[in-house]
């Protein structure tokens, strides 16, 4: 899913950790939900931040991100539509579309090698649910990635690359299954 894009294609490489560290494979450690939407905040150690509003469908084999960004004081908002099927990203940013060619599988397992590095839990009491903290190594060439999940249904909860964009980290809010909005799949307008 990600892309080694290097011109003005920074928030697609920050926005998309997550699915770096997946691969396009079934894995025996875990796999995402087939459909779910949640909100990401993305931060780096610049005072830049992203602020992310994504469905996932392993069903369509698309991931469409809503991104609203904070770059050097600048605002923006932007939309990312990646269609594995047509192995084609639509990428919006002020009203233009740039067509990217995707030429990874479509990201959703946890791989084999990752490592485990412990195991702990969100929240307290008997609303505690129990995760795992997983080192990734080589993320489709980004460099090492630290991914923490639940156990059991494998919901994203954090994730952190370490040797781009000055360790930029993703943590993941508001998590559901199933897609509000089915239309956030369709081809932008722009892209037609």
Known sequence: MMMMRRTKMYPVILIFTFFAMCQPTTGSICCLPRQ??????????SPDKVYVDVSFDANLKKIASNMKMSRKGMKSQEFSLQD????????VANNVC???????????CVPDSAIVLFQSFVGTGANKIATTTYEISNTMELGDGVLTVTDGECIPINFKLAAINNGASTDVYGFE??????????????CQ
């Not at 594995?84 to 990428?91: A, Q």
């Not at 740039?98 to 959703?108: A, E, R």
Request: net charge negative.
């Open 36 to 45: 779910w939407h949640a909100h990401q905040l993305v931060s780096m150690e």
């Open 84 to 91: 594995y099927d047509n192995s084609v990203e639509y990428y």
């Open 98 to 108: 740039k067509k990217i060619p995707i030429t990874t599988g479509f990201p959703w």
């Open 177 to 190: 299954e199933g897609i509000p909005d089915a239309t956030i799949f369709d081809t932008p307008a722009t």
